[in-house]
């Protein structure tokens, strides 16, 4: 999941999803890498960020249902121009992999197996031992990520984010993709000050994104 958030100031700079967009979120990870998964999760994650800067919080209970099947439908995308620009690969298993996992999301999410089923999918797809959604595998960690923003113990910026970490293992990467999603959805002023004053760097990082 290393590559995903390439994605991320590409999708601020844009603000509204498009064919533009999702051109530039494939072609910026196949600089880095050729993994379909981390291929497709970027322009998953670019998708993602445009469609919650165009929400409120309040609508989430509304429109998670929706944002899951058109989050299906961007990665399907991706999977078909994959295939189109890489046939080579067309035979190997995995071609609707991440689309998959978002299918099972909207149909499991409310089971309480629901991340132990992400393990087991994710397993069908590599030869990693996937334990843990948070083990940092592009197919397990996206959805989880996901999974802490639609449906979040306590609504908020800091519980949504503070919740995610207690995942472990790569909380890194969990928590950029949770702190990107969740950012766009509550919207900076949501953001405890102690942890805008307190960051390192803050204000370089407040500079560029004004800048953007």
Same mark, same amino acid.
């Given at each position: 999941s290393l590559f995903t958030s390439l994605a991320v100031p590409l @999708?601020?700079?844009? #603000? $509204?999803?498009s064919k533009t967009l999702a051109r530039q979120c494939?072609? @910026?990870?196949?600089?880095?890498?050729?993994?379909?998964?981390? !291929? !497709? #999760?970027t322009v998953l994650t670019g998708f993602l960020v445009t469609r919650f800067l165009a929400l409120c919080p309040e609508e989430i209970p509304? !429109? %998670?249902v929706n944002i899951l099947q058109e989050a299906e439908e961007v990665c399907q995308q991706a999977e078909a121009e994959y295939l189109q620009r890489f046939p080579e690969f067309e035979?190997? $298993? #995995?071609s609707h992999a991440m689309s998959g996992a978002l299918k099972g999301f909207a149909d499991k999410s409310k089971d309480p197996d629901f991340l132990q089923w992400l393990c087991?999918? +994710?397993?069908?797809?590599? %030869?990693?031992?996937?334990?843990?959604p948070s083990q940092g595998f592009v197919l397990t960690l996206l959805p989880l990520a996901l999974h802490c923003v639609l449906l979040p113990q306590d609504s908020g910026f800091a519980s949504t984010l503070t919740h995610s970490l207690s995942h472990g293992r790569e909380t890194e990467m969990l928590g950029a993709l949770v702190g990107t999603w969740a950012g766009a959805l509550y919207g900076f002023d949501n953001i405890?000050?102690?942890? $805008? %004053? #307190?960051? !390192?760097? +803050? $204000?370089?990082?407040?500079?560029?994104?004004? @800048?953007?």
């Open positions: @999708a601020l700079f844009q #603000g $509204k999803w494939f072609e @910026a990870c196949l600089l880095m890498s050729r993994n379909r998964y981390e !291929v !497709v #999760g509304l !429109v %998670s035979n190997e $298993k #995995g087991e999918y +994710a397993n069908t797809f590599t %030869s990693l031992d996937i334990r843990h405890p000050a102690t942890w $805008k %004053s #307190g960051l !390192v760097n +803050a $204000k370089e990082i407040r500079l560029r994104a004004e @800048a953007l």
